[in-house]
Each structure stands twice: as structure tokens, then as C-alpha cells.
């Protein structure tokens, strides 16, 4: 039967072939080739390092045609109308938007409706829409006049959606390929992963939106309006709308509706290549997109509008997410890598702005930030790549979060963080959901200068090993926690996040590929199709049926895959996968509902794969797979430049490989056509080699080959090179050329040689845009491509057309991400009905090929039936180290053993060569030593040449000294390993199992594995807020500080002055008046002491009598405790409430909440460890003892052997059995070690391993392999040496011929030696005999000591068990407390504030009693003050004054005067309380009736005959009487006021206090349901038989929920309180008789003592009227004794007047002093008069003698002379200076008249300084 031509074999006659990958010289995915002729098509040569910088695509248009329909498009989208209309002009204006119009007309087209699950395309005619003129309209559109957009506005859909392009005047029908079921996920994509309701999830696949029906599975799409991808979507808080924003040039924003999927809105030119996210704000009403690289421009959108509101670049790079803040919507932020923003939107003066504020990390390391959320005051709490929590204030990081022991929060990137019901929910990559307090996290705060905080999630989720957690979303199912979570391991989660006794365990709704698919194969049988990619996963699916079906993991990630042919595996059940680390494996897929079923089967897959064969035949990636077309042959290529081949009939024996020139992408077989069977195989750098068929050799000629390499092959090639790569240095796509292989020539070079196509055709559009992947159909009329950017080309071909001249008409749809979606695959199935392409970006896309013939809805594929006895067949080992030999190493690791298997045994030989010349040697030795001293030659004699020995030890030395430079890394890192290991199992452990066994039984006691103290009983929680305090107690404990009214009553001590007279104290005797002052102060102080004692004794009699009285019980005062007993008996008296109880209230003591009860897990915890450590130590203790018992009988034995050895042998009694220590008992040793272990453990791993590397020789027992080990520290290793030297020189000194000694014969023992050796030998029976008593006593003591300890344990195993059980109950009323402990604190918050509330009103009331009493006391002061003016004045009249009248209507006159504050109203000035009215004086009543029967009177003039000064006196009183009445006026305002006020907080505390009782009631029911969920816990209790005594008929009932478990010690104590209250009855009677008796006699006895105080006080008042003549005060008679104040006045005085007369002695002496300077400055002045009268004189003798020499030599001379000019300047200079001095002394002489003038040296001229000083 011939092959059907598959994907990678598909060929045409004339070998036409399309390739291109993107790469440096790199052949076509597929190749067709005919005999010696090779055709391939290169549609992109590139260098490696020719890749795009920016990851920017750029997308050519298809053709003119193309163009036009697409702009025809864009201009020619039309509204859709409901009700003929789409605008609402409310303002009569007409509407403009500035880069569109939307025109008014009508439209009869449909909306779209329905299910969008398939591209129809039956209405279209032509594949093109002629470019239509904008209308009139357009051109308007630049009005200022906006018009709204009406709400009832939709676009069309089919005019949005992006169409396949098809060539024009082609016959291609639009609808060629129809896509049928998506079963890829882009599960790494941000936010791909978005909820509409309770069913319906929506995410990304390519260029398509895909809705996802969670319950029936099925798929709906919405195609891309832009056809070059979906960059993101979101999802409106209300659930209405949705949005998608495309990617490509200036993409945009399509809001759709839901549930009609209409286009509703088109926000435009928001971002220059693609959007990266969107974000609805909480109401819904603007929406937030940033963009992706490169301008990263963030804009707020007012989307109903399609306006945007503000534009700015959020960041210089990549930014992942943006939202707005919940609370606040004026707030925004942003993260992405290594930076998060906080934007603000304000206004300023330009206008509305976005703000933003970068985040400063400061100390912290910068990281890229995924998961962020903010919180209501404006913080921000962010993840980290270490996965730590960041918490954000300011724009600076206030304090990072991580758990206790400084662990992360998380092992990796936070990708979410979500706040929901008050708990923050942080998702990670490890794949845990934890959740934390989000009071500890607002309020968190750093403690030191690490800047961590640590703290512990309240639940936590581990959804499942090796899942990455991207994004969660919540499921709004009433009553339920679910969430929908994105895997970025491919997987979509369904999590139950309750946490509660009925939490569901994750469930995997949806199991995808993560990451690119490399490749996909169809069955040639059925519709079943094979995918692989990285993420080491192979999965079957059901594409008829859209069903997935089975999948297998692997260890390393798949790279190529093929379908076994039919010709090899008739039932077409096996496919061959290779993988990255050179494995192949074969799978066998079958259908296991035809297994046999076993017992215990709960479920039965539709599909199931088993591992048949694995092999390894590369070192690299496995990239290619080919089966000879015969199938007899497998040849499997790889990038580590191989390819290798199978002979298949033999269970893929190896046959051998051959070198290629480059890593090798493609193989393929020839087809049927060709006459000779070869393989083409395609390189990557540009060369395709066509090999022959390999010859297969049998087996016993392969047996000796060292290598599987074939060299003999006759090998063509062909090295690829265009002239448009020459040009374009190596890259060269957009073209189909046709090659020729050169003749084959082994001579020469590949490397060098250099060939040309020989013809070429043109592929349209595919400059930037290659083919990486090519498919035929059966009947090779159609061409399927994939392109680089993910499109779909189909070319239609003209059959027998092997010149490919046709190759001019194709149909092109983009369907894979155009970004990153390269179709890596692309294959049709078996029957050319479905088209299948996988993709980079992880999608698989089923199509349907067009066909006259309609394909079956329950179309479905038929799984193979599985081979008799594959259930029974051993699954073979499988190769999961990706270190294993591959096939050739194997072999040649084969080789190299037995290669070195020879060399050791030859140096074994050498070795036992070796060993006979040493024996010999020692031999020599010994011989050597038992030579007389004399004779006997050196040590050293004995070396041929010393410096060998040296040269050994040197080069041993060295060696030893490089092997531990080279193993230091080794041994570094495996220190650190074992310092974890350490850290992490074994310092955690308090102490390890240790197991004791009995000497003679098979007793054992075993310990317990004792670990640290749980956290539960170390950490302490602070408990929540404490419960409101009595009401006894509120006031002083919580109320507002009192004010302290009481003040210091010590006395005031004078301070003496100090005086001058004092300073001389120290240095002359005491004058007689200062002896007088200190008698007299001493004598003051002694008087004032007396006082003071007297004073203190009264007071402290005062103070005895107070407390006295204060101890007095009033009339109904009652004991404190009486009262707690009959509310205690009230209360609980003659009822035992169960808490079970519907009515059951919870005491105030007994309320428990989440802190109390870990404080309770905690001791618990405590209690279990401490007993637990304490049997351990008493274990430890019973081991040591042990080992103690087994050192005496080892000694005990010893000695025994040496007894024995001296008494006969038929006399020896068995020697006991040296007890063992078995390895159990002492664990700690396994951690010790020496040469020796390691030595044993290095074999063991050596004897693990299957093979050794190549060149490493095996290290011999006796070789210095081992030279380098270091014996462990301590005794072992010492004794171990010691041992092993010992055996050696034993062993040695048995194998020499030793000559021994002469012995001498043996004499005849004497009697006396008889009778010793008798006694000797009756002494040593006897201790024969006490020593194994002695053994046997002490083996049975401690069998003894341990069979007591076990039944301790025993019995402590029991309580620990019922202590296990308590831990999980708690535990659980642990989870349950936690639950209800939200909802209790506010409940309880409440409580405490009204309760707060309530003590400060009660406070203010008090407050305002008690100024109202003051207010009080002062308005009665104030009238008593009054009453007193008038009493005065009236006694200052006299009786007998005629004025007295017109005087009293002076005092009484009422003034109106300027008041200095201004009156509130005179209604407040005429209101007057009852109080006071009753209090109103005699004389105001007087007053009014003097007003109403008098005449006016002038008050300002005194009657003739009236004292003038009782006139001025009245009025002097009158302004003091108006003073008081305005005093009174103000305080009755005041007390009025404070009664309003009274008044208005006694409502207040009413209401305050129903709310309160309303709010603890609460709180009491919420208390109630916490108790009956408490209640609802499954304690378990175990019990005995005879401790139940709810029996039926002596039976126990089948039903036992009307029982009840009681504690016996519980139910005695009932029992006897029954005896014990009627006791205390009939005694409480009895004290009640007696205390009565006792009152009536303490009331007589009251009254006596009543007449016996009113005698004595009249006793006293008599001797005081005898003796002072009155009644006196005692007490003030006794403080009285002194007058302390004029006892200081005198003291004072006569200090005074010592300090004045001896101020007066030293201003006397001063006097003196002065009249002396005065006499003396006299003298002076008179001396000075002297010399100027001297002067003068002299003065007038020179003036005279001038004028005579002027009048003589007046007409002598004629001209002038220069001595005259000279001789006259002199005189000049002398006259100056002399009139200077003159008034010089005048000065001096005037200051010297005056009374302590001073005197100042005379001013000198230099001239009179330096020619004659002056002598004064």
C-alpha cells in the first residue's frame, strides 16, 4: 500500500517547493525534491544578529486591491440605527466630532445577532468594495457645534470585522477556510482571563476574542477589527460592556455590548502600535488605556463620547498595567518594569492635567512590578520580584512586608493583589493564593532600620505543584467564594477561597499548552491530532469532536513529532516525538474502555498513552523526524549537526549516523516516484545534503565497531546563495527558487562551495513577512502556508503544474498573534476536510476546508483499540536525566570500559608483583632488627637513592594540595548543602527517635520525635479590642481626668537674707547682737516646732476621726460580697444551662474569641511538648543507662574470661552474652563519619550510577585516590587507624617464620602450692559465680527499669492521642472563630463606642450638676453680700437719723448703667427662678413699696442737714449693690443655661443608652450564633462502657442525640452542692437568729454610749466656763501658743540694724578716704596755677622782645631771606604749640575745680615729642 504524501512530504512532480524561516541561510519547513534535483524556495535569508531591536512588525498591505477594500472599509462604516435614529439634540445644535462625522440616515441592515462561531462570508459577492467619495457632509465636520452621541447607537459588525484577503479575479471563495474550535490559550498574556457572568469567560487567542461557556464548553468568536492581533480586553464594572484594543498602526478601542456583542463604541488614535491595557473606572464612566512600545502613552477616555479626556506617556518603558483607584477616581496608577506611577488628575491654571508622581524605592532594590491594589487613604501596596509586599506612601516605599524568619510572602513575582470583604488576596508564581489582615497591613509601620515588617497570612492555597498563578477573577455565584484563575503553566483554575470545613479542592476546568507549540501531526486514520511544545507535554485531541483527550508530561520539552505511518503501525496508533535533550520516544495511544476492567476503576478515559520505546541517538535539541517511505528506516535529526538511522522492523535498532556541515531543521524522505529511496536534509545555515539509503548491517559484523558514525556515504550537497542574499549580506526571502545539486565531489570542501537557484519565482508580499511552515492536500491542489506574522496563505494550484506557473492566486487570513504567533505547524487531516495550525503563541486553530460535502455535527474520531496484552506489557524505563549517554557515547563508553577493564587488570597484577617485593622487604626488615645492635644496618641503608622517596612525598604533597584547589568549589558547595539540609530538617528537630531495646525480651520503648514549639505557643496575637468595663468602673477608668482641687498643705518656709554683717562669720568672733539674734531665732523656732507638733497631732486626730466615720455603714448598706453571692445564686442557682441551649447567654468570662483560643492551642501545645520532652528525657536517660550497663558487663566479662583461663574447663560456666547497642539507640552517630564511610558511601554512589564519563580512571583501594580524605575529628578515627595498623603488623608478623624461644620443662608442684593453687581455685569459682549473678542482675534491673517506663509511655501515648484530638478541635473553632471575628469586632466596636459615647455624656452631666452647684453657692454668697451692704448702711445710720429714709431710697435707686458687655436680650434680664424669688431680700420688697408711695427725689444733691459723708456712703454702697444684682443676673443666666443644657444630655444619654442596649443585644445574638457553630463541631470523647448510663431496656439506643457527656467530677460536685445548699440553708437561718439578737444589742448599747457623750461634753463646758470664763477652742488655744509672725518681725529687726550700722561704718571710711584724694588733688591744681602764672610772664617777656627786633631791622633789608622765612616759620610752630599748651591747662585747671574730675596727659605735637619734651 502506498504512503499518503503528509505534511513534510508533500511534494509535486517538478519539485517546486516554498520555504523560509526567518534565518541566516536557512532551507524551506518543507521541501519537495525528484532524483538528483533539489527544489527549494528561500523566503528569508538573515544573519542571527539581524533582528529586529524593538520586536516591531511591520505589515504590508497584500496588494492594491487589498488596500482599497480596506480603506473602502474604514470610509464605508455605517451606523447601525434603532428606531430610525441615533442622535439626541436636546439643544437644538447640530453635532461634530473632529476626525469623524455620524451622519443622520436610515438603515434597514440587521444587528448582529447570534453566534458569532464562524466566519460567514455568503453575502459578499467580490472580494472587493470600490473606494467610495466622503460625502458633503465630512467636509463640514469642523463646526463648533457638538451634537451627543445617542446611547441607542450601534456600529455593524461585519463592517468592523477584519476579512481574508483573496487575489483579485481569482474564483477563491472568501469562506475557504472556516475556523471550527480553538484549543490553545495565550495563558502568559496580561489579563487574558476576564469573567461576563456566572458562565461565560472570554479571552485572547490570536486575532481572536473567544467566549468560553464554562458549563457546556462551547466557543463563540469575535474577530480583530484590525487584523494584526488583540492587544488586551476588559470588562465594565456592570458586566454590560466589554472592550477589545487591537494592536497594529494607531489600533483601536472597540467597546462591544453584552450580551449582544454589538459594537457600541470607537475610542481612536489612543496609542501608536498596540495597547497594552485598559481599565474601567468603579462607576463605569472613564476608561483607562496605556500603550505598549513605543510611546507608552497613557489616556483617560470619556468612552460614551469617544473623547479622550487626558493624554500624557506614562513611562520611558514597558508599562504592564494601569487602574484607577476604587475610592478615589481622580487617582491612578501605574506599574511595569522597574518603576510604579501615582497619577492624579487636577485642576490647574492650564486646565485639567494628569499628574504623576514616580515611586522612589530609595533603599530598596528596583524591581519590575506585576500586581498592585489601592488602598481607600490613598496608600498603595505593590508586589516584588523577590516576593516581598511593598506598601506605598507618598511616592516612598513606607515599610516592605515579608513573613516571619524574613521569608518572602511569597517564592517569586506577585502577579496580583486584590482587596475583597476586608482580607488582601495576593496571587503568586509559586502558585499560592495567600490571604492577609488588612488592618495589620494599613496600619504597618517599620520597627527598625531593616525597613521589614514581618507578618503571617490569616489562609493560605497551594493550588498545585508547578502551577505559575497569573491572574484570579471572581465568580459571581451567591452563597460561594469562587474564582476563576489564570495558570500561566497553561491552565485555567477554578479556586474555592471560603476556607471553611467544606472548602473544595482546586479544580482544573481547562488544561492547555504553555508557551510555543513546535509541533502538530494528524492520524492518517482518523481525526485525531499530536501536539508537543516546551512545556514538556505531549496531548491528544478529538479535532471532529473538539475534545480533548489525553496527555503525557515529560521531563524535558518537545521539539519535533510525527505520526507513525500505517505501513509501520497498521492501526495508526503510535506517534514519535523527539525532545530537547535528544531523547525519541514512541507513545502508543489506545482506547482503555477495551482494557480489561479491574476492581476499583472509578473513571475510564476516552484516550489513554503508554510509553513503548525510548532512545537517545543526540546530544541536542531532536528537530527533525522522517520515515523511509518503504518504512523500514527512521532517521531523526538534530542541532548537534547529526543525523542518525533506525532500522524500524527491529525495534529501531541503530544502523548508524553521519555529520552534517550545520544543525539540521528538516528532513524528508523521497517519495514513491522517485526511483531511489534518499533523504533530503535541510541545515540551517543554508545546506541541504541528499544522503542515500543507509546500508543495514548485520549484527555479528556490528559487534566490534567502535562508533556508529557511517563515513562511507556518498553524500550531494547543495550550499544555498541567492543574489539578493549576496546583496543583502545572507538574507533573502520573498522568493520560490528551483535548485539542482551539483555532482558529487568528496574531494571537496562544503564549507567553500557556493550554488546558485536555476530558477525563481515571485512570492507576493512575503519581503518582511517569509513562509515558515508548508502543507499540500492530497490531491497537491492547494498550498497551505504559514507565515511569520501567524497568517494563513492558501495558494490554489493547477494540477500536473510542476513548474508551479500557477502560483499566482492565493486566499490570506491572519488568525495567530501577528506579534509573536509564527506558525511553527501547519497540517490537513486524512481527508482533507479540516486544516489544523499551531502556533508560538500557543493557539491551535481548526479549520474547515471549503468542500461541496457538509460535514456531520456528531462527527467524532475513533481512538484506536488497544493491542492485546498492553496491559500486561512492562513499561519500558524511560531516559529522564538529560545528562544520560546518548547512543554513540554509549557506545563508546562501552569501549572505554573495556579498555580500562584491561588496563586494571594489568595494573592489578603489577599490584600483586608489588605486594610480594614488600612482604619480602618487611621480611628483610624483621631479619634486619633480630641482628645483634652492632650488626644490624640503618634505616636509611636501605633506600637506593633518598631523593626518590623525597621526590614521592613532594609530588603525593602537590597532588594532594592541586585535588583540594580543584574539589574546593565542590567542597564549598556541598558544605553549603549540607549547612541547609542542617538548617532545614535537622535544627528544627529538638530531638530525633530514639528506640531502647530490652536485654533478655523483645521489649522496646521508643521516643518521640520532638520538633521546636509550634508558632501557636510562641507568638502571642493581640487579641481584639477588650469588652466594655462595669458599669461600677467606666467612670474612673475611661472617663475624662478630674481636676485635682487639693493642695500642698506644708507650710511655707522663710528664706533668710543674707546680710553683710554674715560675711565675716567665719573670719572674727561673734558680736554681742548677733549672739541676741540667734537666741532669739532659736528660741522662735522651738515655740514654732512646739505649734507644729500640737497642729499635726489635732490634724492627725482629725483625719482618724474622719476615716472613723467614713467606715460608719450607712442605713442600707449592704456587703459587697453578699451581693455577688445572691446574684451568683440568682443567676445560676438550681440550673445547669447547657450550651446547647437555645436561651443559653454567654457569661462574660466565658466568651472566647480567635486570640483566646490560640492562646489555648498554644498551652496545649506547650503541655504536649513538655511532657513529651520530659519521657524523652527519661528515655535519653535509660539509654545512657544501658550503655553504662554494657560497659560494667564488658568489664564484668572480661574479667570473667580472665578468671576462667586460670580454672579447669570442666568447672567454666557459660559466659553471658554481651549485650548490643543497636544503631536505633544512638542516631546521633549516623552524622559521624571518617575516611572510611565516605570511602563506602563514594562506592555506593559509583555502584548507583549506571555508567562512569569517559577518561576518568577508577581510584583502587591501595591507590592515592584517597590520599585526600580527612579522618573525622575525635577518638573513632584514631581508633580506627590504630585498629587497621594493628591488623596490618598482625597479619605481617603471622606470615614470617618467626623462630621461637627455648622453654624450660615444667616442675612438680610442692603441697604448700597445692594447697594455694586449691584456695585460689575455690576463690575464683566464687567469683566466677558472683559475676554472672552480677550480669544477670544487672540485665534483669533494667529490663525492669524499662518495662516501667513503657507502660508510663503507654500511658502517655494515650494522653497525647486524646491531646491530638483536642489540637484538631481546637483547630477547627480556630478556622470558625476566625470567620465570625470580623463581623464581632464591629459589633464589638460599636458596643464600645456607644459605651464611650455614654460615659462622656454621664461625664458632661456631672460636669454640669456640679457647676451648677457652684453657680449656686456663688449666687448665694452673692445675696448674702447684699444682705450685708444693707445691714452695714443701716447700722452706719443709726436708729434715730431723720434721713434715713431719703438715704435708703438713694442706696436702693435703681440706675441704668453702661454695661462693658452687651446684654443678651431683655427676656433673659426678667426671667428669675423659683429659687430665686423664695430668696429675694425684705429690703427689695421695702424698696418697691418706698417707689410706689414716694414722689421722684433728686439723688444727685445732699438735703440741707445730712451728713455728707453718709451721703457719699450711699452711694459708694449703691454702685457696690448694682455690682452684686448685675453679678446675680449673670449667674442666674449661667445656672438657667446649664439647665437647658442638663436637660438636652439627659435625652441624649436616654437615647444613647437604647442604642447601646440595642447594640450589646446584638452582640449577645451574634455571640449566640458563634456558640451553635461552635456547637456544631465534631468533638470526639472516647469512653468506656461503664461510663454510659443512658441505657433502654440494658441496651444502648441506636439514637444518642438526646444524650449528654458529663464529667463525673462535674456530676459528684452537683450531687454534693444538693447536700451542701441545704446545709448551708439551715445555717444561714441560724446566723440570721444570731445577728438579729446581736443588733437589738448593739442598738442598746448605741444609746448608752449617746447619754455617756452628752455628759461628758457637758462636764467640759463647765470646766472651761470655771477656768477661762467662756467657751473656748482648745485647738486654736493650743496652735495659739506662739506668734510666729512677730517673733520673725523681731528677728528681722535686729538683722536690719545690724546691717546698717555696718553699712554706716564703711560709708564713713569711704568718706575719709575721699577727703584725703580731695586734699591731695588740691595740692595739685595749686602747683599747676603756679607754672601757668610762670608761663604767662614769660610770654609776655618774648612778645615784647619781637616787637623791638620788628621795629629795628624794619628797613634793613630790601628783599626777603631765606633764614627769615625759615626763622619765621619756627616762631609760628613755637606760638601754636605754646597757645595748645595754654588751653591745655585751662582745661586741666577747670577739671581740677570740679569735685572727681579726671586729668588727661596734654596733647604732644611729633615736633615737640622729638626736638623738647615739655616737664610738666
Known sequence: MRPTSRPGSASLEEGWCCLGNGSKRRPPADAVRRGAEAVSTFEEMKEPDDQDTDGEKSVTSKSEGKKSLRSSKSESRSPVEEDNTFLEDDTDETFTEGEGSYLEEDSDEEHLEGSLSSFQYDDLQSTTVPQQTPAPAVEEAEEEVKKKISERFFYDYMDLASMPFVTLDSNIPLDLLTLVHSFGYECRKRANLQLLDDSIAMYIAGNQLIFLNLKTKEQIYLRSSSGEGIGVIGVHPHKTYFTVAEKGSFPDIIIYEYPSLRPYRILRDGTEKGYAYVDFNYSGTLLASVGSNPDYTLTIWNWKEEQPILRTKAFSQEVFKVTFNPDNEEQLTTSGSGHIKFWEMAFTFTGLKLQGSLGRFGKTTTTDIEGYMELPDGKVLSGSEWGNMLLWEGGLIKVELCRGTSKSCHNGPINQITLYEGEVITVGSDGYVRIWDFETIDTADIIDETGLLEIEPINELQVDKNVNLFSMIKMNETGNNFWLAQDASGAIWKLDLSFSNITQDPECLFSFHSGAIEAVAVSPLTYLMATTGLDCSVRIYDFASKTPLAQMKFKQGGTALVWVPRMVNFTGAQIIVGFEDGVVRILELYDPKGLTIFAGRKKILDADIQLKQVFKPHTACVTALAYERDGEILATGSKDQTVFFFEVERDYKPIGYINTPGPVCQLMWSPMSHPESTLLIICENGYILEAPLPTIKQEEDDHDVVSYEIKDMRIKCFHFSSVKSKILGDYDSGFLYHCEFPPCDESSDFKEQKDEPIDVRYLEDTEDNPIRTITFNINK????????????????????????????????????????????????????????????????????????????????????????????????????????????????????????????????????????????????????????????????????????????????????????????????????????????????????????????????????????????????????????????????????????????????????????????????????????????????????????????????????????????????????????????????????????????????????????????????????????????????????????????????????????????????????????????????????????????????????NDEKSPGVEQIGSGGPGGGFLKLSSGKDGDLTTRDSISRSSKASTFSLDIPKCMEFEKAEPTDVELEIMKRDEIKHVYMQQYLVNRIEELVVTFDAELRLLRHQKLKLDTQMKLSDLHHVTLFQEILLLKNFEKQENILQERVNSLDKEEQYMQWKINETLKEMEEKKNEITKLQEQEKALYAGFQAAIGENNKFANFLMKVLKKKIKRVKKKEVEGDADEDEESEESSEEESSLESDEDESESEDEVFDDSICPTNCDVALFELALQLREKRLDIEEALVEEKKIVDNLKKEYDTLSKKVKIVATNLNAAEEALEAYQREKQQRLNELLVVIPLKLHQIEYVVFGEIPSDLSGTLVFSNHALRRLQERIRELQEENSKQQKLNKEWRERRKQLIREKREMTKTIHKMEETVRQLMISKFGRVVNLEALQTLSVNTTLEELKIRKLQKELANAKEMKMWEEKIAQMRWELMMKTKEHTRKLYQMNDLCIEKKKLDSRLNTLQNQQGNAFQGPREADAVAREEVTELIQLQAERISALKEEIALLRRKGGLILPPIQSPKEKQIQPVDL
Open 781 to 1248: 491542489v492547494m498550498m497551505f502556508c504559514g507565515m511569520k506574522n501567524g497568517a494563513i496563505r492558501v495558494y490554489v494550484l493547477n494540477q500536473n503544474d510542476p513548474s508551479l506557473t500557477s502560483l499566482v492566486d492565493y486566499w490570506h487570513f491572519n488568525m495567530h498573534d501577528n506579534n509573536y504567533g509564527c506558525i511553527k505547524s501547519i497540517a490537513s487531516s486524512f481527508d482533507d476536510r479540516f486544516l489544523v495550525t499551531a502556533g508560538a503563541d500557543g493557539n491551535i486553530f481548526v479549520f474547515n476546508i471549503f468542500s461541496e460535502f457538509m460535514l456531520r455535527k456528531d462527527m467524532k474520531a475513533k481512538v484506536p483499540s488497544p493491542r492485546f496484552g498492553i496491559e500486561t506489557e512492562p513499561i519500558p524505563e524511560d531516559i529522564e536525566d538529560p545528562k544520560a549517554y546518548s547512543i554513540e557515547n554509549a557506545r563508546r563508553k562501552r569501549e572505554h570500559d573495556k579498555l580500562m577493564k584491561e588496563v586494571e587488570e594489568i595494573k592489578a597484577r603489577k599490584r600483586e608483583k608489588i605486594k610480594a617485593l614488600r612482604n619480602e622487604f618487611c621480611k628483610l626488615l624483621e631479619m634486619n632488627e633480630e641482628l645483634p645492635k652492632h650488626m644490624q644496618f640503618k634505616r636509611t641503608d636501605f633506600d637506593v637513592d633518598s631523593q626518590i622517596r623525597a621526590e614521592m612525598h613532594r609530588k603525593t604533597a602537590f597532588k594532594i594540595q592541586q585535588v583540594e584547589k580543584e574539589l574546593a568549589w565542590e567542597k564549598e558547595k556541598h558544605e553549603l548543602g549540607l549547612m541547609k539540609l542542617k538548617n532545614r530538617f535537622r535544627d528544627p528537630l529538638e530531638s530525633d527517635t530514639i528506640v531502647v531495646h530490652a536485654i533478655l525480651s523483645d521489649h522496646k520503648i521508643s521516643s518521640y520525635r520532638l520538633v521546636q514549639p509550634s508558632k501557636y505557643s510562641k507568638f502571642k496575637r493581640a487579641s481584639q479590642s477588650e469588652r466594655k468595663p462595669s458599669k461600677l468602673d467606666r467612670f474612673e477608668k475611661e472617663g475624662p481626668g478630674r481636676k485635682d482641687s487639693q493642695r500642698d498643705a506644708g507650710g511655707s518656709v522663710t528664706i533668710q537674707e543674707e546680710s553683710i554683717i554674715e560675711k565675716g562669720k567665719k573670719f572674727r568672733p561673734k558680736t554681742l547682737s548677733e549672739i541676741m539674734v540667734e537666741n532669739q531665732i532659736e528660741k522662735t523656732r522651738k515655740l514654732i516646732l512646739k505649734a507644729e507638733r500640737a497642729q499635726l497631732k489635732i490634724q492627725q486626730r482629725k483625719k482618724e476621726w474622719e476615716e472613723l466615720y467614713k467606715s460608719k455603714p450607712g442605713d442600707d448598706y449592704e456587703d459587697p460580697k453578699d451581693l455577688q453571692a445572691i446574684k451568683e445564686a440568682q443567676v445560676y442557682m438550681g440550673d445547669f444551662n447547657l450550651k446547647t441551649a437555645p436561651d443559653y447567654k454567654i457569661p462574660e468570662h466565658m466568651r472566647i474569641n480567635a486570640a483566646k483560643k490560640e492562646e489555648e492551642l498554644g498551652h496545649l501545645d506547650s503541655l504536649v511538648h513538655g511532657n513529651k520532652r520530659h519521657m524523652n528525657k527519661c528515655i535519653l536517660s535509660l539509654r545512657d543507662l544501658k550503655v553504662a550497663v554494657v560497659e560494667e558487663i564488658q568489664c564484668l566479662v572480661q574479667e570473667l574470661k580472665n578468671i576462667q583461663s586460670t580454672l579447669h574447663i570442666s568447672k567454666h560456666i557459660p559466659i553471658p552474652k554481651i549485650p548490643q547497642i543497636h544503631p536505633e539507640e544512638v542516631p546521633e552517630k549516623r552524622f559521624q563519619y571518617d575516611e572510611e564511610t565516605l570511602l563506602n558511601f563514594k562506592q555506593q554512589q559509583m555502584q548507583s
